[in-house]
């Protein structure tokens, strides 16, 4: 009976000293809970297909936002890779730059005339970056905005320019010919640009860099109607003090691949004309 009793003060001890120690087992099935991802200085991002490259202790600048998780080893699921080993993340990858460059200057700059508000507030929502959502959220007389789009815009010059030829009448109008652009160019400062022309105004070639006062020699305009641009101008208080052109190429004909017209290329030329705003 003594011996009984003795195993049972045993056993007692035993479970009652365990009682504040978690076992091996309950530890590994705690730490399981943890992704440990280890992350390179220098990352490789793919953001919806557009690819990015930064320090990981930007990605880490703001921890409480989900990037700072991701990229700090507290999230819960571990940051997936493509096919190159590049971090995945299934977002936007063209808003993702504004969403970088708020980390690395710790302040939101957007470009002139921004267009896409509402859905960088939907990602800045996203990533959990409050105060980028707070600016976004501002009305727009309040938001902050980089000092150099106070420069004044009210002088300034624009050159427009074309290639153009002339299209030739069918067979019984050979006489009749029709001025043929085919783009019209508009070189200046880019908010200068966008304050004559507007909608008419295609930026696809020159994507904003996010400089606020620069100037670009890759504008042009939906249209090929170069009175209309020349009106626009003029509505703008703008002056044509200045043309310059070249001559056609006459009677010089050059071999052409077959299919092309010979006739148009030798009318080719090119104008420029400079507007003033003073």
Same mark, same amino acid.
């Given at each position: 009976?003594?011996?009984?009793?003795?195993?049972?003060?045993?056993?007692?001890?035993?479970?009652?000293?365990?009682?504040?120690?978690?076992?091996?087992?309950?530890?590994?099935?705690?730490?399981?809970?943890?992704?440990?991802?280890?992350?390179?200085?220098?990352?490789?991002?793919?953001?919806?297909?557009?690819?990015?490259?930064?320090?990981?202790?930007?990605?880490?600048?703001?921890?409480?936002?989900?990037?700072?998780?991701?990229?700090?080893?507290?999230?819960?699921?571990?940051?997936?890779?493509?096919?190159?080993?590049?971090?995945?993340?299934?977002?936007?990858?063209?808003?993702?730059?504004?969403?970088?460059?708020?980390?690395?200057?710790?302040?939101?700059?957007?470009?002139?005339?921004?267009?896409? *508000?509402?859905? +960088?507030?939907? @990602?800045?929502?996203?990533?959990? $970056?409050? %105060?980028?959502? =707070?600016?976004?959220?501002?009305?727009?007389?309040?938001?902050?905005?980089?000092?150099?789009?106070?420069?004044?815009?009210?002088?300034?010059?624009?050159?427009?320019?074309?290639?153009?030829?002339?299209?030739?009448?069918?067979?019984?109008?050979?006489?009749?010919?029709?001025?043929?652009?085919?783009?019209?160019?508009?070189?200046? *400062?880019?908010? +200068?640009?966008? @304050?004559?022309?507007?909608?008419? $105004?295609? %930026?696809?070639? =020159?994507?904003?860099?996010?400089?606020?006062?620069?100037?670009?020699?890759?504008?042009?305009?939906?249209?090929?109607?170069?009175?209309?641009?020349?009106?626009?101008?003029?509505?703008?208080?703008?002056?044509?003090?200045?043309?310059?052109?070249?001559?056609?190429?006459?009677?010089?004909?050059?071999?052409?691949?077959?299919?092309?017209?010979?006739?148009?290329?030798?009318?080719?030329?090119?104008?420029?004309?400079?507007?003033?705003?003073?």
């Amino acid at each position: 009976m003594a011996t009984n009793g003795a195993a049972t003060n045993s056993s007692s001890s035993s479970a009652s000293s365990n009682s504040g120690q978690a076992l091996p087992e309950q530890q590994a099935g705690q730490n399981m809970n943890a992704i440990v991802q280890v992350f390179p200085p220098i990352v490789e991002l793919n953001v919806g297909g557009v690819f990015y490259t930064t320090a990981l202790t930007t990605l880490q600048r703001v921890t409480e936002s989900l990037l700072g998780q991701m990229f700090s080893g507290k999230s819960k699921t571990p940051v997936l890779r493509d096919s190159k080993g590049k971090f995945f993340i299934d977002r936007d990858g063209v808003l993702f730059r504004y969403i970088l460059d708020f980390l690395r200057n710790q302040k939101l700059v957007l470009p002139e005339n921004f267009s896409e *508000r509402e859905r +960088l507030k939907k @990602e800045a929502d996203f990533f959990q $970056l409050q %105060e980028m959502l =707070d600016s976004l959220t501002l009305p727009k007389s309040l938001s902050p905005v980089d000092p150099a789009y106070s420069v004044r815009t009210s002088v300034g010059t624009i050159t427009v320019s074309y290639r153009g030829t002339f299209a030739f009448g069918r067979d019984g109008l050979a006489d009749v010919k029709f001025r043929k652009l085919s783009r019209i160019l508009v070189c200046g *400062r880019v908010t +200068l640009c966008r @304050e004559v022309f507007g909608e008419t $105004l295609n %930026e696809s070639r =020159d994507p904003d860099r996010g400089a606020t006062d620069r100037y670009t020699a890759r504008f042009f305009l939906k249209h090929t109607f170069l009175e209309q641009a020349f009106d626009m101008l003029v509505l703008a208080g703008y002056k044509c003090c200045g043309s310059c052109g070249t001559s056609t190429a006459g009677g010089i004909m050059v071999d052409k691949k077959p299919g092309m017209d010979n006739e148009e290329d030798r009318w080719n030329h090119y104008n420029e004309f400079v507007w003033v705003r003073e």
